[in-house]
């Protein structure tokens, strides 16, 4: 399971999400950045970013 938390790019943010692949990880990251942010263009650079910060759950900080 891969995860991604939104404060390791953002801070303060709160949002995270899991997912069992990375492709679909960025896919539901870029999906929220489009419904939630109204972002219409995500650059490859921003994917790159999210890429980077993607880490396996089992890595991932607890959050309490």
Not at 10 to 31: C, F, Q
Not at 34 to 53: C, N, Q, W
Request: proline share 5%; hydrophobic share 40%; no cysteine.
């Amino acid at each position: 399971m891969k995860r991604f938390e939104a404060a390791s790019l953002i801070p303060g943010a709160t949002w995270h999400a899991e997912a069992e692949s990375e492709a679909e990880l960025v896919r539901k990251v870029v999906e929220n950045l489009r419904s939630l942010h109204g972002e219409t263009e995500v650059r490859p650079d921003m994917i790159d970013r999210i890429k980077a910060r993607i880490v396996d759950s089992d890595e991932a900080p607890i959050r309490l």
